[in-house]
C-alpha cells in the first residue's frame, strides 16, 4: 500500500510539473511574441519532462536513480544504438516510398537546405543528431525513464500506450501557437496522436531492450532532425496532416511488428535496470 501511495504521489507530481512548466512555457512565448519553431524558445520546455522526474525522483518519493537508466551501456546495447541512429533515415525511405504509392510527387532534397547535395544533407544530419541527443534526453528521461516505468506496472503495452498518449497531449499547444498548423484542428490533433503513439512503441521498445534512456534519447533526436525534417522537404507541397500520416505509416509498421513480437518485454534480469519493486526494497 506504502508503494502504492508513493507511487500514486510521484505521478501526479510528475504530470503537473511536465505540463506545468510546458504548458506555460509553449502559451507564454507564443504572447510575448516568441516564435515556437525557434529551437532556443523551445528549450525551456523541452527539458520540462527531465525536471518533473528529477524533482520526483529526489524529493517527491525519494527513490532515486536506480531504474533511470542513465548507463550508456554501449557495449551491451550497440545494436539498439546503431537502430536508433540509423532508423529514422530508414524510416525517410520508407515515408517517401509510402508517398509514391499513393502519387504524391516527391521533391528533390538536392540544393533544399544550405545548397547541399541530398546525399550530403543526409551525411551532415546523421552526423548532428548524435551531437543534439542530450537535448531530447530532457523529454526521454521523463518519457521513457520515469512515465512509462510508473504507469500500469507488470503490463508494459498498457504502459507504453498510456505514455504515448500523455505525450501526445503535452504537445497540443503547439498545434495554437505557430508551432503546427492543422486545416482541420479535430483531425490534425487525432492524426498527431496517433504518430505519437506508435512512435512511443518503437521508443519504448529501444528503451527496454537497450536498458539505456540514451537509445530512446537518440531515436528521438532522429525522429525531429531527420525524420520529420527530410520528409517535409520531400512532401513540401503536401497538407501537414497528410505528412503526419505518411509518417506515421511506416513507423505504424514496425510499432506492430514490436507487439506481435513481445519486445516491451524487459530484457532477462541481469541486462536490464533495476525494477521499481527492487528500488522499493532496498530503500526499507
Known amino acids: 500500500m506504502k508503494l502504492l501511495k508513493t507511487r500514486s504521489s510521484g505521478l501526479v507530481a510528475f504530470l503537473v510539473i511536465s505540463f506545468g512548466v510546458a ?7 507564443w504572447a510575448l511574441g516568441y516564435s515556437l519553431v525557434n529551437p532556443l524558445v523551445q528549450l525551456p520546455f523541452a527539458f520540462a519532462p527531465a525536471l518533473a522526474a528529477f524533482v520526483v525522483r ?6 532515486g536513480f536506480a531504474d533511470a537508466g542513465l548507463r550508456l551501456r554501449l557495449r551491451e546495447a550497440w545494436p539498439q544504438y546503431l537502430m536508433a541512429w540509423l532508423g529514422p533515415a530508414a524510416l525517410v525511405a520508407a515515408t517517401a516510398a509510402v508517398a509514391a504509392l499513393f502519387g504524391v510527387r516527391l521533391a528533390s532534397l538536392d540544393g533544399q ?16 543528431v548524435p551531437l543534439l541527443t542530450p537535448i531530447y534526453w530532457g523529454e526521454e528521461f521523463g518519457w521513457t525513464g520515469y512515465l512509462r516505468q510508473r504507469v500500469f506496472v507488470g503490463r508494459p503495452v498498457a504502459a507504453t500506450l498510456a505514455t504515448g498518449l500523455i505525450w501526445a497531449v503535452w504537445h497540443y499547444p ?17 492524426v498527431w496522436t496517433a504518430s505519437f503513439v506508435v512512435q512511443e512503441i518503437v521508443l519504448s521498445w529501444l528503451r527496454v531492450r537497450s536498458g539505456s534512456v540514451w537509445t530512446a534519447s537518440l531515436a528521438h533526436a532522429g525522429n525531429n532532425m531527420m525524420l520529420a525534417l527530410l520528409v517535409g522537404v520531400l512532401l513540401a507541397d503536401v497538407d501537414v496532416t497528410m505528412v503526419t500520416v505518411y509518417m506515421a505509416i511506416p513507423v505504424a509498421g514496425l510499432a506492430v511488428w514490436v507487439l506481435a513480437t513481445g519486445r516491451l518485454t524487459p530484457r532477462p534480469e541481469a541486462d536490464r535496470d533495476t525494477t521499481l519493486e527492487e528500488v522499493a526494497a532496498s530503500t526499507r
Open 58 to 63: 529526489r524529493w517527491v518519493t525519494g527513490e
Open 174 to 190: 503547439l498545434a495554437f501557437v505557430g508551432y503546427i498548423e492543422f486545416d482541420d484542428v479535430v483531425v490534425g490533433l487525432a
Open 113 to 128: 537546405i544550405g545548397g547541399l547535395p541530398g546525399w550530403a544533407l543526409v551525411a551532415v544530419l546523421l552526423v548532428v
Open 23 to 29: 504548458w506555460l512555457g509553449m502559451i507564454g512565448a
